[in-house]
């Protein structure tokens, strides 16, 4: 059996266990931790609430053993167990405990941070109505670097990407401003804001606010979204014009609507066929109690017409076994955007990795994203 198919017959457990271990190169989890944990499941795999117990109770005890370290050891506990409440959070039905769940994993993860990384900076960034999206901006060593603007996909979170990618790229003498927007990791569960179509506005308060930082060369400013968020970066360059660059790793359905609308029938007949729980969709869209309207707003999510606007430098990466996002919509995507300097890599299993945001292995596509972000600011 392989590791990526941890619960056979359970593509949601799986996937989700998947992308607990992709953390891992980055201190954010323990391989032994996970598999302690996925083992006790397997023999717990008919209970409704074994997952949300399991994970939480890890994360419990770790927040124990840190209370008796000090410094960046206690930081290491807290931050492993910052990730394991946020992915036992993951299948909680919207309400109080799923609340209380996700503002634990978020205070370890930025305890666990702030002590591992004195360095990283948590930001606030003007966004509309008196409202401010949530960041972690972690600078480089360089004056006026480029910088390198991060939006999360449906399922993670601004704390994961400034590791897999914020670190990376502040070994290259870049900034990083990993930032949850709307619909997204603490922009959704502690402010209520859901997601939207046009992420050119978010994408807009992005840009505004790192290119007002005295470290930020806003000249030399890419965004990038991964998972869900290929379609925000591939919206964002199209309308975001200030942005030097764009890297969509993973792109994301053409057709909103109507792949949703296959997921939906697909739940029906097993709710463990999809990646997605049955409520996650609808939640992120603000639209928890009515599925049709789940539906009609996602009518809005589409590329049509968008992609073709893109003119600046912009990469397509993806996965060739990616189970969630078939990859023919990574050539859909690439073939639409009207740049004419453009690129598509599609990771094969014989590279190291194929799965969707290359969650076998992410370091090698990081490192391709920055070896192309740093050939074309």
């Known amino acids: 059996m392989s590791w990526s198919e941890e619960f056979p017959g359970n593509f949601a457990w799986s996937n989700a266990a998947l992308v607990t271990r992709a953390m891992a190169p980055y201190g954010a989890v323990a391989v032994a931790e996970i598999d302690a944990v996925c083992e006790r499941l397997k023999q717990r795999r008919a209970e409704p609430d074994a997952w949300q117990e399991e994970w939480c109770a890890l994360a419990s005890r770790l927040e124990h053993t840190a209370a008796g370290r000090r410094g960046m050891t206690a930081a290491s506990c807290l931050l492993r167990a910052g990730m394991y409440y946020f992915t036992a959070e993951r299948f909680v039905y919207p309400g109080e405990q799923k609340r209380q769940i996700g503002r634990k994993a978020l205070e370890c993860q930025q305890a666990g941070l702030a002590g591992r990384y004195p360095e990283l900076e948590r930001v606030e960034v003007p966004y509309e109505n008196g409202a401010t999206l949530p960041a972690l901006f972690l600078k480089s060593n360089l004056k006026k670097a480029p910088t390198v603007v991060v939006f999360d996909g449906m399922d993670n979170c601004k704390e994961m990407s400034v590791l897999f990618a914020g670190l990376e790229f502040a070994a290259r003498g870049w900034n990083t401003l990993a930032i949850d927007g709307p619909g997204q990791g603490e922009s959704l569960r502690l402010r209520g804001l859901y997601a939207r179509h046009d992420y050119e506005v978010p994408g807009r308060a992005a840009y505004d606010y790192v290119a007002a930082r005295p470290e930020v060369d806003p000249r030399k400013v890419a965004v990038m979204g991964y998972s869900f968020g290929g379609y925000y970066a591939a919206r964002i360059a199209a309308f975001e014009k200030r942005y030097a660059a764009g890297v969509a790793f993973s792109a994301l359905h053409w057709d909103l ?119 074309n600011l």
């Open 257 to 375: 609507a109507a792949f949703q609308g296959g997921v939906k029938l697909r739940q029906e007949l097993d709710p463990r066929s999809t990646a997605q729980s049955t409520f996650h969709f609808r939640w992120i869209m603000g639209c928890l109690d009515d599925a049709d309207a789940a539906l009609r707003k996602a009518e809005k999510f589409s590329l049509a017409g968008v992609a073709e606007q893109i003119g600046m430098p912009f990469l397509v990466v993806h996965g060739a076994d990616d189970k969630i996002v078939p990859v023919a919509a990574a050539h859909q995507l690439h073939a639409a955007v009207g740049s004419r300097k453009k690129q598509l890599k599609v990771f094969a299993a014989d590279e190291g990795g194929s799965a969707h945001a290359l969650a076998d292995n992410r370091q090698i596509a990081i490192d391709y994203i920055a070896d192309w972000i740093g050939a």
